[in-house]
C-alpha cells in the first residue's frame, strides 16, 4: 500500500521560513509527478507547486520567488521550502503524487499539514 507521510508545518512569524517534505512509502511504484496544495479555511483546494520527473517546476503565481519545491528521487522525497512567509499562506498544506503502478497512473494524497503565519 503506498502511503505518504508529510511533515514541517507548524506556527511561523511573518517574513520567517518553514520548510515542508514529503515522502513516499510502499512497493511496486515509480513516482511521476509530486506537488503541493493547499487549503484554506472556507476556500478550495489550490495547487502551491509541483516538481515532473523531467524536473519542471510551474509555481502558483501567489508564491513564485518566496517558495522552492524539490525533490530527492532517492528517497521518494519531495520538499517544499517557503521563505517570507505571509498571513495569507496559512492553509492546510497537502502533499500530492502521481504514480505509475503496473500498467496505471494513480493519483494519492498527504494527510496534510497545518501551516499558520501570525504573529
Known amino acids: 500500500q503506498v502511503q505518504l507521510v508529510e511533515s514541517g508545518g507548524g506556527l511561523v512569524q511573518p517574513g520567517g521560513s518553514l520548510r515542508l517534505s514529503c515522502t513516499a512509502s510502499g512497493r511496486g511504484f515509480s513516482i511521476n509527478t509530486m506537488g503541493w496544495y493547499r487549503q484554506a479555511p472556507g476556500k478550495q483546494r489550490a495547487l502551491v507547486a509541483i516538481i515532473t520527473s523531467g524536473g519542471s517546476t510551474p509555481y502558483a503565481d501567489s508564491v513564485k520567488g518566496r517558495f522552492t519545491i524539490s525533490r530527492d528521487n532517492a528517497k521518494n522525497t519531495v520538499y517544499l521550502q517557503m521563505n517570507s512567509l505571509k498571513a495569507e499562506d496559512t492553509a492546510v498544506y497537502y502533499c500530492?503524487?502521481?504514480?505509475?503502478?503496473?500498467?496505471?497512473?494513480?493519483?494519492?494524497w498527504g494527510q496534510g499539514t497545518q501551516v499558520t503565519v501570525s504573529s
Open positions: 500530492n503524487a502521481v504514480m505509475s503502478i503496473g500498467s496505471g497512473f494513480y493519483n494519492y
